[in-house]
């Protein structure tokens, strides 16, 4: 619905008429929203009938820049020049065509390569035939098998049908029934159970391998972006929790999702939880306003405790029921055992801003600013107009701190701070756009922390782009209903999304891990060997 409303002279734009037209405004937007809830609503039952639905709201402009020039007449579209395609290949045979007789009279001039890639599927069933000698004192013993032949948990499926079947799950998101199906047409004999067992069983040296890379991406990090969603769980509502960087990704499903579930995930998946009473801990008390008589309780006596029971039991003994007071408590402590296990206490945090992410150096996501103008529907001409030139405003500002974030100066951070405040001081027509710049406001440490911080992006889309693949997961099967299950699910997202970050192939390191072999290094070695090799600077601030 637009509606215009009349011109109305500054003479008489008294504080009465401006309140009102206020009001106006307010309900306008409202309106607005509601019939955008309403269309929303008619695509979802367009969707339903199986008819088309509106197109989406376009994507941030933020990371589109300038429209690229025209490229001159008789050139190539980039990424189309010519490359080796075969350079990197490995040829496993070679095999020589000739002619059977030649031509009489031909001149032989040698061979021409031509490269054939192929790939063999089919089932190999070998039946090993194990000597059996009896002791002299009594017993006997088998001749083992050959190295690599079985998984490092045995059984009577080899170790390349293992990795098939993990690999075809978690990368190639293969549901069970599926891939059963599809093991059947290759002649595999195997039941829906077995499947089962493959991929939840005997996984404890994936899931150890998973924790050292949390570990070793938090204590050779500078920063990690996080993000979660939904996970469903046993028919239940839960929530994964993803952390990492260009170096590492770490997936961890719970059944909530505030900060001391965040805190807790940092820790690693063993929950054994290290609660440490330090300055960091005090500190963090006394920045969230904890009572100072609740304080006093909690720095007498033992300094550090040990998983989650240990912990209520000691808050239960100082008297501290409140529950604002026990979660503050916790928040603080889950910090300083952090900062014990060697996390640095000035590590930055990059999120979309929600309220469990902002902890240690917290950095906001300038995408999921830019979002919430992006988000308005205007309803008349001049509110579409001013929404417009805020959102350019932004985009110039934010091509200037990518520019500073690429080459730091220090002489510019006073102007580009100036900037800043005159964006989010203006004074717009609309309440809604007020809004909008009244969040950025309160959030303007956190916007320009790449002023101190140039080595934290200024956007949390790889985080969004680690956490997609689980969401597709998510949509095509669903939740997960054991515990076995779930925890391979995060396991394997982890492992599988960190081997791509650090340029190993997943199917190699499958085939390394399953078989026991050891020749791919661990992935924590290779995540503090990059970050040897990385020169990135990092830059040092007290936690926010």
């Known amino acids: 619905m637009k509606m215009e409303l009349p011109e109305i002279p500054a003479e008489e734009r008294t504080p009465l008429v401006e309140s009102l037209l206020a009001i106006i ?7 607005q929203q509601l019939e955008e809830t309403v269309r929303q609503l008619h695509d979802e039952i367009a969707r339903l009938k199986g008819q ?12 589109t820049g300038q429209p690229k020039p025209a490229a001159p007449e008789g050139s190539k579209r980039p990424g189309s020049a010519k490359r080796p395609k075969n350079a990197e290949l490995h040829i496993a045979k070679e095999q020589r065509l000739d002619l059977e007789p030649p031509p009489e009279g031909a001149l ?5 390569p031509y490269v054939v890639q192929e790939l063999i599927i089919q089932p190999e069933n070998t039946r090993y035939l194990r000597a059996r000698y009896d002791l002299p004192g009594g017993g006997s013993v088998l001749a083992p098998f050959p190295a690599g032949i079985l998984p490092v948990e045995g059984g009577h499926f080899g170790a390349n049908l293992i990795s098939y079947i993990l690999d075809q799950y978690h990368q190639a998101q293969v549901t069970q029934p599926l891939l059963l199906e599809q093991l059947w047409e290759f002649g595999i004999d195997i039941s829906a159970g077995q499947v089962n067992r493959i991929l939840t069983e005997n996984k404890e040296h994936f899931h150890q391998e998973k924790g050292e890379v949390l570990e070793a991406g938090l204590r050779s990090s500078s920063y990690i972006g996080a993000d979660d969603t939904g996970a469903r769980h046993q028919g239940k509502n839960g929530y994964c929790t993803a952390i990492g960087n260009e170096r590492f990704a770490y997936f961890e499903s719970t059944d909530s999702k505030n900060r001391v579930n965040f805190l807790q995930v940092l820790q690693g998946s063993l929950r054994a939880y290290a609660y440490v009473i330090d300055d960091v801990a005090v500190a963090y008390w006394e920045r ?6 609740v304080i006093q309780l909690l720095t007498q006596g033992s300094p550090a405790f040990v998983g989650e029971p240990a912990w209520r039991a000691r808050l239960t003994e100082l008297g501290i029921e409140d529950e604002r007071h026990r979660r503050i408590a916790t928040e603080g402590a889950l910090l300083g055992g952090l900062v014990a296990r060697g996390v640095a206490p000035h590590l930055g945090v990059l999120s979309d801003a929600a309220p469990q992410f902002i902890v240690f150096v917290h950095a906001g996501c300038w995408i999921h600013a830019e979002r919430s103008l992006a988000k308005l529907v205007p309803h008349d001409e001049q509110y579409r107009a001013e929404i417009e030139s805020m959102r350019s405003q932004i985009w110039e500002l934010y091509q200037d701190l ?7 100066d220090t002489a510019r951070r006073p102007v580009l701070e100036a900037r800043f405040d005159a964006f989010i001081e203006q004074r717009p027509h609309y309440p809604s756009i007020a809004g909008v710049l009244k969040e950025m406001r309160d959030r303007k440490a956190d916007l320009l922390r790449v002023l101190e911080r140039p080595e934290i992006p200024l956007h949390n889309n790889a985080m969004e782009s680690d956490i997609r693949e689980y969401v597709k997961r998510r949509k095509i099967s669903g939740g997960t209903r054991s ?13 599988k999304k960190t081997c791509r970050k650090l340029g190993v192939r997943f199917w190699e390191y499958l085939q390394d891990r399953v078989r026991g072999l ?4 661990r ?9 040897a090799q990385t020169t990135a600077p990092t830059g040092q601030a007290a936690p926010a």
């Open 25 to 31: 405004r307010i309900q306008q937007d409202r309106i």
């Open 52 to 63: 088309k639905p509106r197109p989406d709201i376009k994507p941030s402009r933020l990371e």
């Open 108 to 112: 032989f001039r040698g061979y021409e």
């Open 288 to 293: 969230q306003k904890l009572a100072v008589a």
């Open 402 to 408: 990518k520019a500073y974030r690429a080459q730091p």
């Open 483 to 495: 515990a076995a299950g779930r925890r391979c699910r995060d396991t394997f997202a982890s492992l």
């Open 518 to 521: 050891g020749q791919i290094p």
């Open 523 to 531: 992935l924590p070695d290779l995540i503090r060997q990059k970050r």
